[in-house]
């Protein structure tokens, strides 16, 4: 049987196209959690001759990095050309034939389109939750960094939007709200896929509405749409959305009602190897100095 959970990726690159022009007014939680990533390398040595930033939406990424590192190349990666296109300065048509081309691939993030050991960083915001796939993610990202290159990521755990999923909780028998991957599994993952000295660390954010109607409406705009393979087909009927709102008005607190997002920030690093691609070991000898 076909995972429920499974996001159909031509509806997920659909609905962040149609967000383009909405996303940058409606994505406060994404430009925090960039900046407090931004803001965590002071804490790693890491100076990077080319950068990926993978989902990286309108561009946000590539203009606070860009100030980070001003000698690095910054590609962007997404799976949406109209965010891609949103990313792009606007430039006189008597320019244009003049200006560089932005360094930008339209691709999936399970499935990069890029050549191996070409990156010194890999930089991911908010973006790692829409992989079905979170194991061939991580590889494609190792595959393609740098020995000793740096991959940074956030993405949403499992008590994100907890309260709209309880407020779609035995509605029917579909699935109404995204599954999560825990903290401690991304941990594993990033093992399984050859990367060392993983840290990570969470918090939790909460954003307050005036009513369900408006999270549904944010949520939208900045194209999270429900993608899922287990997704209802039909309309939602008056009847089930009343039920829907009666039990969002039981959260209610203070007068608004909270929407949780559990952020899961991590780094790790691409290591030296340690055995050479036909599985032998690989024996280093260093000269003693006397």
Known sequence: MEDEYRNEKRLVR?????????????????REVGERMVSRLDYVKVDPGRILD???????????????????ALFELDLAPSMLMQSRPEVPWWKKPFAESPLQVCGDIERLPLKSSSFGMVWSNLALQWCDDLDAALCGFHRVLEVDGLLMFSTFGPDTLKE????????????HVNRFIDMHDIGDALI??????????????????????????????????????GRPRGLFGKNAWA??????????KDGLL???FEVV???????????????????????RLK
């Open 14 to 30: 659909r609905a962040f196209d149609r967000a383009a022009q909405s996303y940058d007014a409606a994505a406060v939680l994404q």
């Open 54 to 72: 993978a989902g990286s939406g309108t561009g946000k990424g590539k203009r606070d990095l860009s100030a980070r590192f001003p000698q690095a």
């Open 164 to 175: 709209l999923r309880s407020a779609f909780s035995g509605m029917d028998g579909h699935v």
């Open 192 to 229: 399984r896929a050859g990367f060392s000295n993983p840290v990570l660390d969470m918090e939790n954010f909460t954003l307050t509405y005036s009513d369900v109607k408006s999270v549904m409406m944010d949520l939208k705009a900045i194209g999270a749409h429900n993608a899922m393979i």
């Open 243 to 252: 039920r829907v709102v009666d039990s969002s008005e039981r959260m209610r």
């Open 258 to 260: 909270p929407a949780t």
């Open 265 to 287: 920030y991590g780094h790790a690093w691409k290591a030296q190897p340690n055995k050479l691609p036909d599985g032998s070991g690989i024996v280093r000898f260093e000269k």
